[in-house]
Structures are given as C-alpha cells and as structure tokens.
C-alpha cells in the first residue's frame, strides 16, 4: 500500500478479533483497486496477539502504528484517539472503516466524525443489552456514529431499527470473519495439531477472557472449580488470552492434571484445535461465530450472546458455571453429526466482496 497519494478509505484496526474481520474487506477492495491504508492501534502488541494474524491472513503491514499498549478504558481510548487524529488531520480519507466493538473501533469512530471523515462500522447492530460490558457501550456509540453500517445476522437488523437509524444506511452483508474461516478452511488440520500439542483422541477446548469472568479473583476461583469438574470427564486445552492469565493462575487452573493451559495460538493453528475439539468453552464473540459454521459444539459461559443466530442457526448453548460439567457431560453422549447442519444466512464467504462493493461505491470508485 503506497502513502504518497490521497487515500480513499482508512481501515483501522488494534485488537485480535478485528484482524480476521478486516483481512477479507481489504483484500476485496484491493481486487477494486480502491486507494486504502491500514492503521494499527497497537491495542493487542504481543506477537501472538497480532503478528500472527498480519502473516497467516494475508493482511498488509500497517501503514502505521499507533503503539497505544495498555491501559483503562479512558487512557486507552483517549490515547489512540489523540494519536489517530494527528494522522488524520494530515491525510483526510473519504471514508473511515472499523471492526467491531473494541475500544480501537470506538476511539476511531469519535475521531473520525469530529474530523467530519464519514464512518462505515463491520458488524453493526449486535446488542447484549448488557451495558456493564465494555463492548456494548463501543457498539451503540459508533452504530449511532456511522455512515454505513454493515450488518452480520437479521438480528442486528432489528436492532439498528429499533433504534432509528436510517435504513439507507444499513448494509445485510453476512459474516467476514467466517469468510475468513472458509478461505483457510483448508489449512485446518487436526491430524497435525494433535499430535504438535501431543493431544488425545477427544478434548476440550477452553478459551476466556471477559472481565466477568476473569477480572474478580472470587470469579476466577469459580471459573476454575467448574472446568476441573469438566476436566474430570475430558482432556482441555486452553490457549489463555493474557487478560486473566494470573488471576487463573493464582486461582489454581494449571492444577488440574488433565488442563493444559498454552499461549494464545495462531489463527491456523487455533481454528485447527476447535475443529477437532468435542466441545468448546468459551466466553468470546469470535468463537461463537466459528463453532457454529464448524459444527462444534460450543458452551458459552455468559449470561446473554450478542450472537443469538449462533444458538438459533448454530451449536452454541449458553451454560452458567455450575451448570457447565453437566453441559459437557450431555454433550459427550451425543453423537455429533458430520455434516449437514444449518447455517446462519449470509454466512456464505462472500461478505467482505458485499462490503467493498458498497463501500468502492460510496467512496465513487465503484
Ligand atoms: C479486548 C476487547 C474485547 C475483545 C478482546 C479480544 C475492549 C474494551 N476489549 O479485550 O472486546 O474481546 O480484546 O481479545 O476493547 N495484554 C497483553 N498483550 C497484548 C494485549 C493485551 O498482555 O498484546 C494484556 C494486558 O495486560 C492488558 C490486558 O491484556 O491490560 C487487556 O487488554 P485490552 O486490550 O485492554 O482488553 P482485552 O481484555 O484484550
Ligand atoms: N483466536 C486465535 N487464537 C487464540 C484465540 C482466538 O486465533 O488463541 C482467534 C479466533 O479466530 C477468534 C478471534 O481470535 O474468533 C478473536 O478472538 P477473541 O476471543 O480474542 O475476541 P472476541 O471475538 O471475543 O472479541
């Protein structure tokens, strides 16, 4: 991506689950020959919360980045803000495109329309109702915010009526992140990854990182006792986000002989284990999204999903602690079956090409 002509369209991304979301648009918008550039927040920075992801899909490096790091809600988010606006008010693009509901994806959606730079939003309209989580506060702050709002499920729809924005705004797209599942399809081999991890023939996988799940140490404690009980049925593996890497530790998880906790995995390599998995338990929006379209069977320990379809039209079952090893137990006495299941509409591999569209044209390169 050259940076010495005007661009039309920014894309900004700075947290793990927004790279597989953006790697399609781009890509699409590149086959548009649409004058792009990518900017990183620096939010996630380990290699394996970010690099990773830049190599396996195939995104370009960032044009630039922000290196904002850690910090609270406030500092994190005021810190990109200041720093994206610097470079914003240098080269104005046509159009602004975020990923979504991070902090990164808010702070550029305010930046943005105070720069009068208009806003398109991946992933709008989902709702947990939910207003202690983080997320839920980024996503109707910037659906409110945005220009083009592409949408992932008919839920969404509903919602961004629901709360009047104009429908000529409003873009049924399908999913991008499962277009990015479907491209790498392929490379998903659980042959390999069992024997790399030296796994048995059935396991679990687990994956957490809500504050509500692993912020409080009482929680964590919680958290922990539930997947021993689930471990005393089945082997788990747990690839652990950093967030709640030392209140579960400190809460006694590794203990367990029968849980294995590894590093945050590569997108390859983590898609690899879930498809082979019996069961996942997670607390993530993403993995919600890919069990579903794997046809594994996912226990999301939360008390609501801004994902419904993925209960609705997937494999994913809402479970609280004490009621999780009793979930899995159920689980592993049904056969699953190999293929066949329904999908969530739209979800077909081609959002980001419906996107690019909308967007090449909006931008007058269509
Ligand atoms: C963020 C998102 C969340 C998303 C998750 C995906 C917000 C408010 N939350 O949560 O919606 O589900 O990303 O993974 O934007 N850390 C590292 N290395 C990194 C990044 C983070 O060690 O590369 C640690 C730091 O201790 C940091 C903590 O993780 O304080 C939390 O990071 P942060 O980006 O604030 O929130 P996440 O919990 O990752
Ligand atoms: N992921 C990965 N390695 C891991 C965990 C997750 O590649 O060890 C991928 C996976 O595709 C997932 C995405 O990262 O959907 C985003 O995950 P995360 O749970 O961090 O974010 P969320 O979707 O909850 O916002």
């Excluded at 927004?18 to 648009?25: C, E, G, H, S």
């Excluded at 980045?65 to 994206?84: D, F, P, Y």
């Excluded at 530790?249 to 367990?256: D, I, K, P, V, Y």
Aim: charged share 20%; hydrophobic share 40%; aromatic share 4%.
């Amino acid at each position: 991506m050259s940076t010495n002509i005007p661009f039309q369209v920014v894309h900004v991304t700075g947290a793990r689950p927004n790279f597989p979301k953006a790697a399609p648009v781009v890509r699409a918008l590149d086959d548009r020959s649409v004058r792009q550039r990518l900017i990183h927040t620096g939010q996630h920075y380990d290699e394996r919360m970010s690099n990773v992801f830049f190599r396996q899909l195939g995104l370009p490096e960032p044009d630039e980045n922000l290196a904002v790091g850690s910090g609270s809600h406030a500092s994190q988010t005021g810190e990109i803000m200041v720093r994206l606006e610097r470079l914003l008010m240098v080269s104005r693009p046509s159009l602004i495109v975020v990923y979504g509901d991070v902090n990164s994806t808010l702070a550029a959606t305010l930046v943005a329309t105070k720069l009068d730079i208009p806003v398109a939003h991946v992933e709008a309209g989902l709702r947990s109702f939910n207003r202690s989580m983080p997320e839920e506060i980024n996503r109707l702050v910037t659906d409110r915010l945005s220009q083009l709002l592409f949408a992932t499920s008919p839920d969404a729809l509903v919602h961004l009526g629901n709360e009047g924005l104009d429908p000529s705004k409003v873009h049924f797209v399908g999913n991008p992140m499962i277009d990015t599942l479907l491209a790498n399809l392929h490379l998903f081999d659980v042959p390999l990854i069992r024997r790399q991890l030296a796994l048995p023939q059935r396991y679990g996988v687990a994956t957490l990182h809500r504050p509500a799940n692993v912020d409080d140490p009482g929680d964590a404690a919680e958290l922990s006792k539930a997947l021993h009980t689930v471990a005393d049925q089945l082997p788990i593996v747990l690839p652990l986000h950093p967030r709640g890497r030392e209140r579960l530790a400190t809460a006694g998880l590794f203990r367990h002989p029968q849980i294995r906790v590894i590093e945050p995995q590569g997108y390859v390599e983590f898609l690899s284990l879930v498809r082979g998995a019996q069961v996942v338990i997670t607390d993530s929006g993403g993995v919600q999204e890919e069990t579903t379209v794997l046809g594994v069977p996912c226990l999301t320990l939360r008390a609501e999903t801004e994902r419904p379809v993925t209960i609705t039209h997937g494999t994913n079952r809402l479970v609280n602690r004490e009621d999780l090893a009793e979930a899995v137990k159920a689980l592993l006495e049904v056969q699953r079956p190999a293929a066949g299941w329904p999908t969530p509409p739209l979800w077909d591999g081609r959002a980001g090409i419906r996107i690019a569209d909308v967007i090449a044209q909006f931008v007058g390169a269509g």
